[in-house]
Structures are given as structure tokens and as C-alpha cells.
């Protein structure tokens, strides 16, 4: 008598514990998990120097998730939430791009940095950015051999890297961008 009136409650316990075990997951998956992509900019932003760090406000980690994140400064996003655009263009950021994941980041369009105090070298993954149309690095201090590898980025259609400071020539790789203009 007593265990066939126990079972029935303590499933019904169960279905409740499990229901509210099922909202707590749902409810912090939507509020806690950034996006991939917003991850990779948010670890970029850790290497930069603080006062660096400070121009990016916008970039947080409340803001990081895949509604919030295309709303960052200098980012423009496509219709599923995936970053096409970075133009940061006269921010003294002061750093380097070598932290910058751009594996993470494949549906770029635009990379727009001009006078943005960017040194050391350009980053190789920029060549697997095979929807790259817009690469602008004027007026910064970059430096190091040419970046040969942006000749494989058949995409690209206007490059610049006006006023830096590369140590070699313009080699023939980049005659092989045939859609530059
Ligand atoms: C740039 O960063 C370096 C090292 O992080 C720092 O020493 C320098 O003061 C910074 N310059 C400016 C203009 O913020
Ligand atoms: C940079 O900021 C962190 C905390 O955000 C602090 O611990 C560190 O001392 C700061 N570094 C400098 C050089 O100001
Ligand atoms: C975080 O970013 C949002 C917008 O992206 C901004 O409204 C908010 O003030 C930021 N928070 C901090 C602590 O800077
Ligand atoms: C890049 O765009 C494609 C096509 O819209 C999409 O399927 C993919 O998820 C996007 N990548 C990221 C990392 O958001
Ligand atoms: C980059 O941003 C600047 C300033 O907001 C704007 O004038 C310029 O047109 C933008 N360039 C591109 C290629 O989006
Ligand atoms: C570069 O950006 C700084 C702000 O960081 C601005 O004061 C300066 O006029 C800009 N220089 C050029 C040549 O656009
Ligand atoms: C990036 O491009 C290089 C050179 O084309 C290639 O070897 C490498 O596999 C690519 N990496 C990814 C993650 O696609």
C-alpha cells in the first residue's frame, strides 16, 4: 500500500527535478556560452596592452554572445550572426596582430586597421580567409619580409599596406591576384 502510493510521487519528483535540470541547461547555454567567433576577438583584446584594452569597452564578455557581439565596435556581421567585417581604422591600438585567430574567424570580408599603431609581423592565416576582398594595413609599423602568402588570397580585390615598414620588395606573387584592381 505504501510503496504503490510512494512510486507515482517520487516520479513525478523525478520528472520535476529533471524539467528544472532542462531550464537551468537551456537558460545557461543562452546566457553564458560566447560565440566562437567573439571568443577569438575577446583573447586577442587580453594580449593587447591595458590602455589598449580600454578602447574596446564594447568588446565584453556580457556582450559576447551570438546576438550581442555584431553590435562591437569596428565589427559588421552578416544576417547569421557570422563577423564579415573588422575596420578599427585610427584607434591607437598599440599591439600586434599575431594573437588575432583568423581560423576562427572565415566569413571576413573587410579587414580594415589603418593608423592603428600595429606593429611586428602579418599573420599567415590571413591567407585561408578565402572571402577576403578588402585588406587595408595603411599608415602602421608593420614590418619583417613582404607578406608573399596574400598572393594565394584569390579573392582579394583592393590591398594596401601603405606606410609601414617591410623589408623586402613587392615580389611577383601578388602579380597573381588577378582580380586587384
Ligand atoms: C604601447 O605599448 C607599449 C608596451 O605595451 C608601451 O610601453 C607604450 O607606452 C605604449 N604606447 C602608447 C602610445 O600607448
Ligand atoms: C593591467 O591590468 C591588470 C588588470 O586588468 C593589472 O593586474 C595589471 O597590473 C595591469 N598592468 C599594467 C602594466 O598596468
Ligand atoms: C559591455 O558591452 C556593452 C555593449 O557591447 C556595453 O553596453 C556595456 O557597457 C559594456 N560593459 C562594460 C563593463 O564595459
Ligand atoms: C560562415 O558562413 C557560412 C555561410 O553563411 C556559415 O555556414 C558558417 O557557419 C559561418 N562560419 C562561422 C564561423 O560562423
Ligand atoms: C572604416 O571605418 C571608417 C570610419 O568609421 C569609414 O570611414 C570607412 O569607410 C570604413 N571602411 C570600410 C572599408 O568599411
Ligand atoms: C591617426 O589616429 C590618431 C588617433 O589615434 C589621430 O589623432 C591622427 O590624426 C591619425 N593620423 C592620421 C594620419 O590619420
Ligand atoms: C591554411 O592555409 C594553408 C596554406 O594554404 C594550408 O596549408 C592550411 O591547411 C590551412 N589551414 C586551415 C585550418 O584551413
Same mark, same amino acid.
Given at each position: ?5 510512494k512510486?507515482?510521487?517520487l516520479?513525478?519528483?523525478a ?7 532542462v ?7 543562452v546566457?553564458?556560452? =560566447?560565440s +566562437? ?12 596592452p ?12 556580457s556582450?559576447? +554572445? /551570438? ?25 591607437a591600438?598599440?599591439?600586434t596582430l ?6 576562427s574567424? =572565415? ?5 580594415v ?9 602579418? =599573420?599567415? +592565416?590571413i591567407? #585561408?580567409?578565402?572571402?577576403?576582398t @578588402? ?18 588570397? @584569390? ?12 623589408? /623586402? ?6 602579380? @597573381?591576384?588577378? #582580380?586587384?584592381?
Amino acid at each position: 500500500m505504501i510503496s504503490s502510493y510512494k512510486f507515482p510521487h517520487l516520479l513525478s519528483m523525478a520528472t520535476l527535478l529533471l524539467l528544472v535540470a532542462v531550464h537551468l541547461h537551456s537558460s545557461a547555454a543562452v546566457a553564458v556560452v =560566447p560565440s +566562437t567567433e567573439a571568443n577569438a576577438l575577446l583573447e586577442w583584446k587580453s594580449q593587447l596592452p591595458n590602455r589598449s584594452r580600454a578602447l574596446f569597452s564594447s568588446w565584453n564578455d556580457s556582450s559576447s +554572445t /551570438s546576438s550581442g557581439f555584431c553590435s562591437w565596435k569596428g565589427l559588421t556581421c552578416d544576417a547569421w550572426q557570422s563577423v564579415t567585417g573588422l575596420n578599427l581604422s585610427h584607434i591607437a591600438i598599440n599591439g600586434t596582430l599575431q594573437g588575432l585567430n583568423f581560423l576562427s574567424l =572565415p566569413n571576413l570580408t573587410t579587414i580594415v586597421f589603418i593608423n592603428c599603431s600595429l606593429s611586428g609581423g602579418i =599573420p599567415s +592565416t590571413i591567407s #585561408n580567409l578565402s572571402k577576403l576582398t @578588402t585588406f587595408d594595413l595603411g599608415i602602421n609599423s608593420f614590418s619583417g619580409g613582404f607578406p608573399v602568402f596574400l598572393g594565394y588570397i @584569390t579573392s582579394l580585390q583592393y590591398l594596401s599596406l601603405s606606410d609601414n615598414y617591410f623589408t /623586402s620588395t613587392i615580389p611577383g606573387s601578388i602579380a @597573381t591576384l588577378s #582580380n586587384l584592381t
